[in-house]
């Protein structure tokens, strides 16, 4: 999992060496980022950004009650004392548009790569 809780994606993205690798998709007003770690389970997380501020808006993963990925949102990194906080993120349709279509096309890969 990305160590990436932080303020912004280029806090996330100063992380990067040579063993790290990110891949990076981009909605129309949200950016999604992931960090490939090898030895993780079979799921991913993927962080979640504003891409007009990049502000860090939280977190895609697996929840396995449901058997799919769902979005979570429920604190931030301040970003002088790097310490999580709860604050309010206000989301509109186009937004939550982004994030809800990148979860299905996650958890229909995801669907579609496990045997029958």
Not at 36 to 46: G, H, L, R, S, Y
Not at 49 to 68: A, C
Not at 88 to 105: H, K, M, P, T, V
Request: with cysteine; net charge neutral.
């Amino acid at each position: 999992m990305l160590d990436c809780n932080g303020p912004d994606e280029a806090s996330c993205l100063k992380q990067e060496s040579s063993v790290r690798k990110f891949e990076k998709v981009e909605g129309k007003y949200i950016l999604f980022l992931h960090e490939w770690i090898f030895d993780k389970p079979k799921t991913q997380v993927w962080n979640v950004f504003s891409k007009e501020d990049k502000d860090w808006l939280g977190q895609i993963s697996w929840f396995s009650q449901w058997r799919k990925y769902a979005f979570r949102s429920t604190a931030k990194i301040d970003k002088d004392s790097h310490v999580r906080i709860l604050s309010d993120i206000w989301f509109e349709e186009r937004c939550l548009g982004d994030i809800a279509s990148f979860i299905e096309e996650l958890t229909r890969k995801h669907k579609e790569a496990k045997p029958c």
